[in-house]
C-alpha cells in the first residue's frame, strides 16, 4: 500500500511507545536466537498461578451453569458496568475499609490502562479558556503506559525524585520531592502506581496524603493505580493503606489477579469524576465486555479472589524478589556502585548501577551477549524533559521466570556488570 496519509493524532497514537518498542526487539531477538536458551528477564505478563487459574475456572463454569448466562453474553449493558461486579465491589470495600461506597462510586473499564487514557485526557490538556492542563506524575520513574495516553504530549509533566541511598547494603529507594513538586489551578489530574511498575516502590501513606492534600484546593483528581495494590492482588511486601475519598480514585486492575486476557479495571471515586470518565467510556467502546465481568464479581463476593492474591500470589511474588536479593548480594562486586531499589511490591525488580559506563540499551545489548534479556529502564521515565544520567542506568528486571532462572541470570548479569566496569577502570 502506498503511504497513508495520517492525522497527527493517528501519526502520534499509532507509533510504538515505551516498552513495546523494546519488546519489538526482544521478541526478534527470541526468534532469531536459534537453539540459543535465553533467561528472559523481560515479560510483563503475569505467571499463571494454577491456584488461580482454578478460581477462573470455577467461576467460569458456575456462570455456565447459572440461568445468567445468555444476559451476561447476550446483551448490551451500562456503560457503567455489569451491576453484579459494581454490587461486588461495593460491598467489599465498604466492609474491608469501612466506607459508605455506593455504585454511583464505582467505575468498570477494558483494562485499567483505558481508565488512565479517559483520565489524561478528560482533565489533562488544553481547557475551554486555552490553558494548557498537566498531567502529573509526582515521581520518575513510573509505568511506561502513561507515556502514551495523553492525546496532547506536551501535558505530560514527571518530576525527579530524591534518592535514599544505603550505600553499604547496596539498596536505594526513591522518595518523591515535595521541594520541587508542583500540583496548582495549572494542574488537570495527578496519576502514580502504588506498588510501583517498574521499581517496586511503596509511597508511603504519609507521602500519598500530602500528595492528596496539595491536589485538594484545586478540586485536582488523583488517580492512585493501584495494579498490585491490596485488596486484590494484594502484591505488596510492605504495609500500606489504600487511600480513598474526597478527589482521590482508587484504580483497580484485575490483570496481576489472573485475569488479563480479560481486561478488567476498576475505578472507585468520587461520583462526579465517575460520570465523566463513563461518557468517555460511553463515546469509546460503549461498555467494558461482560463475561470477564460476571466471573470477576462471583471472585469478589465469594471472598476467594482477596484470599488467594494473599495467600497465593503475594508469596509467590515475593519468594521470587528473595531468591535475587540472594544472588546479587552473592555475586555482584562489592566495589561497584551498583544498588537494588527496595522490594516493596509489584512483580519486578530495579536496579541502578551509578556511572555505568555505557547507556541502559548498550547494557542490554550486553546482557543479550550472554542469553540474558532485561528491560532497559529508560523507557520508565515519561514525561521527565530535564537530563539526568539516572535515566540511563537502570535496569528492570521481571520476578516471573523461575527461581533458577532468576538466580542464574542475576549470576550472568554480576559478571557483565564486573566486565563493563573493569575495561574503564582498565583506560583510565
Ligand atoms: C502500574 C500499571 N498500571 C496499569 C497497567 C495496565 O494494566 P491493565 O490495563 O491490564 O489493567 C499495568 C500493566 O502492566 C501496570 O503495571
Given at each position: ?140 520513574p ?21 534518592l535514599?541511598i544505603?550505600a553499604?547494603?547496596h539498596r536505594f ?26 521499581t ?128 546479587l548480594?552473592?555475586a555482584m562486586p562489592a566495589d561497584i556502585p551498583w544498588y537494588l531499589h ?7 525488580a530495579w536496579l541502578w548501577f551509578d556511572e555505568l559506563p555505557m547507556t541502559d540499551w548498550e547494557l542490554y545489548q550486553e546482557l543479550?551477549?550472554?542469553?540474558v534479556?532485561a528491560v532497559p529502564g529508560s523507557?520508565f ?7 539526568w544520567p539516572h535515566k540511563q542506568q537502570c535496569l528492570r528486571i ?12 542475576m549470576?550472568?548479569l554480576a559478571q557483565v556488570v564486573q566486565r563493563v566496569y573493569s575495561q574503564v577502570l582498565?583506560?583510565?
Open positions: 500500500m502506498t503511504s497513508l496519509h495520517l492525522a497527527q493524532l493517528g501519526a502520534q497514537m499509532s507509533r510504538r511507545t515505551g516498552v513495546r518498542a523494546i519488546m519489538k526487539d526482544i521478541i526478534e531477538t527470541l526468534r532469531m536466537g536459534g537453539d540459543r536458551q535465553f533467561i528472559n528477564l523481560s515479560a510483563g505478563n503475569p505467571v499463571v498461578l494454577p491456584e488461580v487459574e482454578q478460581l477462573w475456572r470455577d467461576c467460569t463454569q458456575d456462570l455456565l451453569n447459572s440461568p445468567d448466562y445468555g444476559a451476561v453474553v447476550g446483551r448490551y449493558g451500562s456503560s457503567q458496568g455489569y451491576a453484579p461486579l459494581i454490587e461486588a465491589v461495593c460491598q467489599d470495600f465498604n466492609q474491608r475499609y469501612g466506607l459508605e461506597l455506593s455504585d454511583r462510586h464505582i467505575l468498570i473499564t477494558p483494562g485499567s490502562q483505558s481508565l488512565y487514557f479517559y483520565a489524561a485526557n478528560a482533565f489533562g490538556g488544553t481547557d475551554a479558556e486555552g490553558n494548557l492542563r498537566k498531567i502529573v506524575l509526582p515521581l520518575s513510573d509505568y511506561t503506559g502513561y507515556g502514551g495516553v495523553s492525546l496532547n504530549q506536551d501535558a505530560l509533566v514527571a518530576y525527579q525524585p530524591k535514599e544505603d553499604a547494603a529507594k526513591y522518595r518523591p520531592d515535595f521541594s520541587q513538586l508542583q500540583i496548582d489551578e495549572q494542574t488537570g489530574c495527578v496519576i502514580f502506581s502504588r506498588p510501583c511498575n517498574p517496586g516502590n511503596v509511597l508511603t501513606d504519609a507521602e500519598v496524603q500530602q500528595i492528596a492534600q496539595m491536589a485538594a484546593p484545586h478540586n485536582v483528581p488523583v488517580f492512585i493505580d493501584s495494579a498490585y495494590a491490596p485488596p486484590y492482588p494484594a502484591l505488596n511486601f510492605t504495609e500500606m493503606t489504600p487511600l480513598m475519598g474526597a478527589n482521590v480514585v482508587h484504580c483497580l486492575s484485575l490483570s496481576k489477579a489472573g485475569l488479563p486476557g480479560e481486561r478488567i479495571g476498576i475505578a472507585i471515586g468520587d461520583p462526579e469524576i465517575i460520570e465523566v470518565l463513563e461518557g468517555f467510556q460511553t463515546n469509546l467502546c460503549i461498555h467494558s465486555a461482560r463475561y470477564g465481568q460476571a466471573i470477576a464479581a462471583q471472585a469478589i463476593t465469594s471472598g476467594r479472589l482477596a484470599e488467594i492474591a494473599e495467600t497465593v500470589i503475594r508469596p509467590h511474588y515475593q519468594a521470587k524478589f528473595t531468591v535475587l536479593e540472594t544472588a548480594d552473592e527496595r522490594g516493596e511490591g509489584a512483580i519486578f543479550k551477549t550472554v542469553d534479556i523507557t521515565f515519561p514525561g521527565l524533559r530535564i537530563d521481571s520476578l516471573t521466570a523461575t527461581p533458577a532462572e532468576i538466580a542464574e541470570g549470576a550472568r582498565a583506560t583510565m
